[in-house]
């Protein structure tokens, strides 16, 4: 069929293919994870969605079952996150949790609510991984010519352009199972085949520069998911193989760069030298397998091989697959020592914080330390107080100040399922799974029924979903809408190719689905346009205050009243009248914070320096004492209530440049 033809069928390609170009522009740029960054891709993402209900209305009269499944258990998800705003102690938080979650169902049914021909949706698959591949190769050549490496990486770890480093690790590695799952797809062509399983080996190398202990503990569960249940397995094991060679080949220059780093000798020749090995690597895998199709075929083509030589190549290939394993499970077990040691000393590793994952970059990829652990406790003691319901949608931060005792104060818990339990309850987890569930079934569905090409595009969007949906059991990837959009576009491009059920009979369901989209665009697009709004209101207060400070307290006014729910235009309005030093205004500002988020530390901070600069002796000690219990590491809090119980006045400009110095060295990711 002619791609006029395909597009005739499929003519929800185009504002897919406009989507693909949006999310390619976002990885490129970096994006943020601030609703200030998202909330303008998300208005045109909307505005593509409600074109395509109206345009494309009758399409959706034969949207099949599973489809409709996964993405009514998503919206579930999306209903309940909404609801939780209700219970929430920061419902401000709790609304902008809820719309993001929205957001990602939006994507999902944008690629996922029209059939696509498995030729348009390998198109848009292979736009985008190849465009990826293209942001792979622009950042290598970037940072080649880069005068100041400080710009790309954060100490030894690659970290740009999403300023994350787990989070840029997580974007190449979503890109490179489709590039290995469509390289070996015998219905593309070759030159695309060559040029994606090269590119698998720039994505993993760049992956590997951000030394991300989570790409690295998933990447090999999802090799084995794939070789277990891909169509075509040895195919696909070839491409593994190559891909695998070319990183065996570049690794030891990418692992040499973050000790360089470190040392601060040499580390532009040994991020040089890495960076053309994976370039060279790459280009040298893309030849390779192209030689070795072309030679294949004209084997085929030509007799040159026996009747039988394929299934016995087969055999062959299955039996050193076999041996390899086994041969890998060996030395690994001889490397590693006894199991039952090396998972205890495993969990040690990873209940010992950061202290333990100090050295070189093998290490930090070997050992296992952070404060996820303590995260992850104060998660499941949550969900321990509100099993059912949670404390609400991004609401976990009061929670770990609170409970937590690592120094970072995180705003999220690290892991998608624990996050959900401790936020949305057990409900949530129930909703979530049953997502899950049913956008399994769906991919099946899709793989089984929708042909050679269509299976390879289904399977390698799903495993491109199915890369962040793992590494995201062990980060704040749910959170991080740079990386979650394209995840999700990929599940709806999944299901997609899930084969249509008969059109129900009559023009007006379709109109009826069109409604139902519009309406819900419509609603998004207030609940987005609100606190968007509000914070720029209170973002250009912040701005212009020491110029204007009647204009910027006017901005917080309209910032508040824009969103009614969010105690931050508030808390902005404070600290600007503390350091103005009008102390009355300042709280007013705080106290009407803590109506709409009573859990707030920093605002019950403030207040009682507040109450003890005005000369409030009594009030201050109580007011101190309670933002110690809501935050009880907060050590300048501490050292504030101290100096109330003696009597003296704490000092507000010397516990602002205290607030400003934790800020800016603890992480609160």
Known sequence: MSAGASLRAAPATLPCLLAVVALLLLAADGGGVRLTSWTPLAFGLLALLALTAVILRDGLRAVPVPVLAALGALLAVCAWSYLSILWAADQGAAWEGANRTLLYLLVAALFGLWRQRPETAAALLATWTVGMVAVAGVVAVRILGADALGDWFNGDRLVQP?????????????????????????????????????????????????????????????????????????????????????????????????????????????????????????????????????????????????PDTPARARTVWTRTVVAGGVLAAVVALAVA????????????????????????????????????????RVALDTFAEHPVRGVGADNYQAAYLRLGAARESPRYAHSWPLGTLAQLGLAGLVLMLAWLGASGWAVVRAVRDSGELGAAVALGAAFGFGSWLVHGAGDWFWE?????????????????????????????????????????????????????????????????????????????????????????????????????????????????????????????????????????????????????????????????????ERGETVDLGQLGAELLARRRAVGTG
Not at 355 to 367: A, F, N, P
Not at 483 to 502: N, T, Y
């Open 162 to 306: 999403s300023s994350y480093a787990n989070a840029q690790a997580a974007t190449w590695i979503m890109a490179l199972w489709p590039c290995v799952i469509l390289a070996a797809s015998p219905r593309l062509p070759v030159a695309l085949r060559a040029v994606l399983a090269g590119g698998a080996v720039l994505l993993a190398d760049l992956a590997l520069l951000s030394l991300s202990r989570g790409a690295v503990l998933a990447l090999p569960v999802l090799a084995v998911v794939l070789v277990a249940v891909a169509p075509g397995r040895l195919r696909h094991l070839a491409v593994l193989a190559a891909a695998g060679a070319g990183l065996a080949v570049t690794a030891p220059f990418v692992l040499d760069v973050g000790p360089a780093l470190r040392a601060g000798v040499g580390e532009q020749a040994a991020v040089d030298e890495a960076l053309w090995a994976a370039l060279l690597a790459s280009v040298a895998v893309a030849v390779a397998v192209a030689c070795g199709i072309v030679l294949g075929r004209r084997a085929v083509r030509e007799g040159w091989l026996g």
């Open 337 to 376: 020592g006894n199991p039952v040691t090396r998972a205890s000393d495993a969990w040690s590793s990873f209940t010992a914080g950061y202290e333990s994952s100090r050295g070189s970059s093998e290490s930090r990829l070997g050992e296992l330390g952070s404060n996820r652990s303590d995260f992850y």
């Open 480 to 644: 991080f809408p740079p990386i979650a959009l394209p995840a999700f576009a990929l599940l709806g491009l999944a299901l997609s190719l899930v084969p249509a059920r008969e059109p129900v009979r009559g023009a007006r369901w379709g109109t009826a689905g069109a409604g139902l989209v519009l309406v819900l665009a419509a609603v998004a697009g207030l609940s987005y346009w609100a606190p968007w709004a509000s914070e720029r209101e209170a973002a250009e207060a912040g701005r212009t205050w020491p110029a204007d400070p009647r204009g910027a307290f006017e901005r917080v006014d309209r910032a508040a009243r824009l969103n009614p729910l969010e105690a931050g235009p508030y808390l902005t309005g404070g600290t600007i009248a503390v350091r103005r030093g009008t102390l009355g205004i300042a709280d007013r500002y705080f106290a009407a914070a803590l109506v709409r988020h009573p859990d707030s530390a920093y605002a019950t901070l403030q207040r009682g320096a507040i109450a003890s600069a005005r000369g409030d002796d009594v009030r201050a000690v109580v007011l101190l004492r309670r933002a110690v219990l809501l935050d009880r590491r907060d050590e300048v809090a501490a050292a504030a209530l101290r100096t109330a």
